[in-house]
């Protein structure tokens, strides 16, 4: 009895298992038929009508190229805008597992503009080392400096650009590391502050978060934001490496309720900020926005440029020096003009803007040379995420550097290209709560820290071994960089240091 009932499922169950095989096999036949049909009729895809179904598999495979091509053909160093080798140190510094390689370096030591630090013959023991010396913004002219002991901070990314969880987690991976973080021009959201972090508020061009009903910058809005203890300095955002020359771009899909109420606007349109702002014609305007902020915050106020056309930077030190010292921003955040975490036409991220390696140095030039480098300080900003690419800018001139796409690496960013669409499949930068659910705030938030610790302990090994004691301590006589020939030639002949004129002294 038991074995004809056993039986009897046994054919049901391949007969309706054959019953279903037809069903699908009928149902990819119909849709196959379907699927040439509207190639072959359709005028818009020539590949389409021409190789009717299979030239849909193009389109497939130019969607998957771009994610199977960093893991399965290209090399470690080949890959733009960041190769494996350098993601591959930020995920090992995230997760606080050992950096180190063997067998010698993957790095061609005869590629034009590498840099190679020059050691020393006795380097500092380790009981001769001291303590990070404090860098201070705004001293002697903000009402309340700024002091801290970090050279590596987080750069400019809005809430809203970046999802909740992945701000919670900069915040609070921030306080533990003891590193600034940037609001980007999106406004302070909660979520900025839940971690207890150190802040810098950025204004940017649409005044998101500071504007009145008119979008004009308000006084009072101002005072709410500085009384705000963790909020230690002000950035007023004049270009951005990714759209130099064209304002801030967040796609309706992606302005949620809470991101309307942070940056003032209506929910569900996309987010467009001027490409200037529209009260500044001048640099006497820009000067006099300047000392407005500091003068209504109180708190130490700089800028943010992409640098290009430069005869703008000798028209402000000079009108400085017309008008004094507390019109100098205290502060000048350097972009490099190849590209960052926003969406922006290819066209400005390819080919508009200076990099970091040539705009860095001249403005540290220029500040030199007009007698105000000691006023306003230096902050590089600009595909620095590993700690050659941090010692470099602190020789070229920087006393800080500002990193966006290395804190994006270590909360678990994987390059997939998708900030723009709301699809970023490791919850980084989208507001689908589904693909959050991957992005532990606590757990990233360690591995926040972990990078920056790991990153300026590394720089300091760099410092170290060059012979001085401080990372601020390195200078271009420290480093020489390949030139065009292949051979290393001195920083201080590509980039010679620039004597502060006699007029300015």
Request: charged share 20%; net charge neutral; aromatic share 8%.
């Given at each position: 009895?038991?074995?004809?009932?056993?039986?009897?499922?046994?054919?049901?169950?391949?007969?309706?298992?054959?019953?279903?095989?037809?069903?699908?096999?009928?149902?990819?036949?119909?849709?196959?038929?379907?699927?040439?049909?509207?190639?072959?009729?359709?005028?818009?895809?020539?590949?389409?009508?021409?190789?009717?179904?299979?030239?849909?598999?193009?389109?497939?495979?130019?969607?998957?190229?771009?994610?199977?091509?960093?893991?399965?053909?290209?090399?470690?160093?080949?890959?733009?805008?960041?190769?494996?080798?350098?993601?591959?140190?930020?995920?090992?510094?995230?997760?606080?597992?050992?950096?180190?390689?063997?067998?010698?370096?993957?790095?061609?030591?005869?590629?034009?503009?590498?840099?190679?630090?020059?050691?020393?013959?006795?380097?500092?023991?380790?009981?001769?080392?001291?303590?990070?010396?404090?860098?201070?913004?705004g001293?002697?002219?903000?009402?309340?400096?700024?002091?801290?002991?970090?050279?590596?901070?987080?750069?400019?990314?809005?809430?809203?650009a970046?999802?909740?969880?992945?701000?919670?987690?900069?915040?609070?991976?921030?306080?533990?590391?003891?590193?600034?973080?940037?609001?980007?021009?999106?406004?302070?959201?909660?979520?900025?502050?839940?971690?207890?972090c150190?802040?810098v508020?950025?204004?940017?061009?649409?005044?998101y978060?500071?504007?009145?009903?008119?979008?004009?910058?308000?006084?009072?809005?101002?005072?709410?934001?500085?009384?705000?203890?963790?909020?230690?300095?002000?950035?007023?955002?004049?270009?951005?490496?990714?759209?130099?020359?064209?304002g801030?771009?967040?796609?309706?899909?992606?302005?949620?309720?809470?991101?309307?109420?942070?940056?003032?606007?209506?929910?569900?349109?996309d987010?467009?900020?001027?490409?200037?702002?529209?009260?500044?014609?001048?640099?006497?305007?820009?000067?006099?926005?300047?000392?407005?902020?500091?003068?209504?915050?109180?708190?130490?106020?700089?800028?943010?440029?992409?640098?290009?056309?430069?005869?703008?930077?000798?028209?402000?030190?000079?009108?400085?020096?017309?008008?004094?010292?507390?019109?100098?921003?205290?502060?000048?955040?350097?972009?490099?003009?190849?590209?960052?975490?926003?969406?922006?036409?290819?066209?400005?991220?390819?080919?508009?803007?200076?990099?970091?390696?040539?705009?860095?140095?001249?403005?540290?030039?220029?500040?030199?040379?007009?007698?105000?480098?000691?006023?306003?300080?230096i902050?590089?900003?600009?595909?620095?995420?590993?700690?050659?690419?941090?010692?470099?800018?602190?020789?070229?001139?920087?006393?800080?550097v500002?990193?966006?796409?290395?804190?994006?690496?270590?909360?678990?960013?994987?390059?997939?290209?998708?900030?723009?669409?709301?699809?970023?499949?490791?919850?980084?930068?989208?507001?689908?709560?589904?693909?959050?659910?991957?992005?532990?705030?606590?757990d990233?938030?360690?591995?926040?820290?972990?990078?920056?610790?790991?990153?300026?302990?590394?720089v300091?090994?760099?410092?170290?071994?060059?012979?001085?004691?401080?990372?601020?301590?390195?200078?271009?006589?420290?480093?020489?960089?390949?030139?065009?020939?292949?051979?290393?030639?001195?920083?201080?002949?590509?980039?010679?240091?620039?004597?502060?004129?006699?007029?300015?002294?």
């Open positions: 009895m038991q074995l004809d009932t056993l039986g009897h499922f046994t054919i049901t169950f391949i007969e309706l298992s054959a019953l279903l095989l037809a069903c699908v096999i009928g149902g990819l036949v119909l849709w196959v038929v379907y699927m040439y049909i509207v190639d072959i009729t359709q005028k818009s895809h020539a590949i389409r009508r021409n190789y009717p179904v299979l030239g849909r598999f193009r389109y497939l495979f130019e969607h998957l190229g771009s994610f199977f091509r960093q893991y399965f053909f290209a090399l470690d160093r080949e890959e733009l805008p960041f190769n494996r080798a350098q993601r591959s140190w930020v995920y090992r510094a995230a997760k606080n597992i050992d950096s180190t390689v063997a067998f010698g370096s993957t790095q061609p030591l005869s590629e034009p503009g590498q840099v190679i630090f020059l050691n020393a013959l006795l380097p500092p023991l380790e009981q001769e080392i001291e303590e990070r010396d404090h860098i201070v913004f001293e002697g002219f903000a009402r309340t400096p700024y002091r801290t002991c970090s050279f590596f901070n987080i750069s400019a990314m809005s809430f809203g970046l999802s909740a969880p992945a701000v919670q987690a900069l915040s609070r991976g921030a306080r533990q590391a003891g590193v600034w973080l940037n609001t980007g021009e999106g406004g302070l959201a909660p979520y900025h502050l839940q971690g207890g150190d802040v508020f950025q204004i940017g061009t649409a005044k978060g500071v504007r009145d009903e008119h979008g004009a910058m308000s006084d009072a809005k101002l005072g709410e934001i500085a009384a705000i203890e963790q909020v230690r300095m002000f950035e007023i955002k004049l270009s951005q490496g990714a759209k130099p020359g064209k801030g771009i967040l796609p309706g899909l992606k302005v949620t309720d809470i991101i309307a109420s942070t940056r003032g606007i209506p929910a569900g349109q987010s467009i900020s001027p490409n200037r702002h529209p009260e500044i014609d001048s640099v006497d305007d820009l000067l006099d926005m300047i000392h407005r902020v500091r003068e209504v915050t109180g708190k130490p106020t700089g800028i943010k440029a992409v640098i290009g056309q430069s005869d703008w930077l000798d028209d402000m030190c000079q009108r400085i020096h017309q008008r004094g010292l507390d019109y100098a921003p205290d502060f000048i955040t350097v972009d490099s003009g190849d590209g960052g975490s926003g969406a922006a036409p290819q066209s400005l991220i390819d080919n508009m803007g200076l990099p970091i390696r040539r705009s860095l140095p001249m403005v540290a030039d220029k500040l030199n040379y007009y007698g105000l480098r000691d006023r306003v300080r902050i590089a900003s600009g595909k620095l995420i590993n700690p050659t690419d941090v010692a470099t800018a602190l020789c070229l001139g920087a006393d800080t500002n990193s966006a796409r290395g804190f994006m690496f270590s909360l678990g960013c994987i390059q997939a290209m998708q900030c723009n669409r709301n699809t970023c499949p490791t919850g980084v930068t989208t507001h689908n709560e589904e693909l959050q659910k991957g992005l532990d705030p606590t990233k938030a360690q591995r926040v820290a972990s990078y920056a610790r790991n990153l300026m302990h590394e300091e090994v760099i410092a170290h071994s060059c012979g001085v004691m401080h990372p601020h301590l390195l200078n271009r006589s420290h480093a020489y960089i390949v030139s065009d020939s292949g051979y290393p030639e001195p920083m201080t002949a590509r980039f010679p240091v620039i004597e502060t004129a006699p007029e300015f002294q």
